[in-house]
């Protein structure tokens, strides 16, 4: 967001903070640790449910994360929803991208993803300029507007939990962070950091992924 002043973000050189969070698929937790000394890993931070570009980078991310396990890279996805709310959505949406459910946003907070105040110029910026992330509206639209047309083609049901989140968490921020198998942090994409208000929702194509993912250290 060009307008405002906002911390960076964890980025490439600094150690990757750990976190430990219960998985959405199976019983059990995914840690960061799980995966140091084994191998790389792009961990994806998410927003609740309620956000339809999340949904929309989610589903991407299972089929890139196929390809960058040919290159020997896991891919693990942390969502910022309550977890009945998440197994409940993934059980009618399959994916085979690790997921875990991370309600309290512990982990965007430990990556330092940022999360800018709402403020009156903020909240007018998002409903002046117009974006349309992944090419489905017929033009672009506000970012409201453009989140609630998204929310009409998937016929996406609110629950109270997803009102909740929302309201909580708006206008949060998300993430993409590599980090190599010693746990340091490689490579780094933040919403909106190229292009403030109008790179909402954008996510990176499976060329950037994988271009990133090659040019880890060996």
């Given at each position: ?63 890139t994360g196929e390809k960058l396990r040919g290159l ?147």
């Amino acid at each position: 967001m060009s307008t405002l002043s906002i911390p960076p973000a964890l980025g490439p050189g600094d150690p990757a903070p750990d976190f430990t969070l219960p998985t959405v698929h199976r019983d059990g937790t995914i840690s960061l640790a799980d995966y140091r000394g084994r191998s790389p890993l792009l961990v994806a931070l998410f927003r609740g449910l309620y956000c339809p570009f999340c949904r929309r980078a989610i589903a991407q991310l299972g089929m890139t994360g196929e390809k960058l396990r040919g290159l020997g890279v896991e891919t693990l996805a942390v969502v910022a929803t309550q977890l009945e709310r998440a197994r409940l959505y993934f059980r009618y949406r399959p994916t085979r991208l690790p997921l875990v459910a991370d309600p309290e946003l512990r982990a965007l907070r430990a990556f330092r993803v940022p999360k800018p105040a709402m403020t009156p110029e903020l909240e007018a910026e998002r409903r002046r300029v117009r974006i349309n992330p992944t090419g489905e509206l017929p033009e672009p639209l506000s970012v409201p507007d453009a989140a609630n047309r998204l929310d009409e083609l998937d016929h996406f049901e609110w629950t109270g939990t997803d009102t909740e989140e929302m309201e909580q968490q708006v206008p949060q921020l998300v993430g993409q962070f590599l980090v190599d198998r010693d746990g340091i942090i490689r490579w780094v994409n933040i919403e909106t950091a190229e292009e403030g208000l109008a790179g909402l929702g954008k996510f990176p194509t499976d060329d950037e992924f994988l271009a990133a993912a090659r040019a880890l250290p060996s």
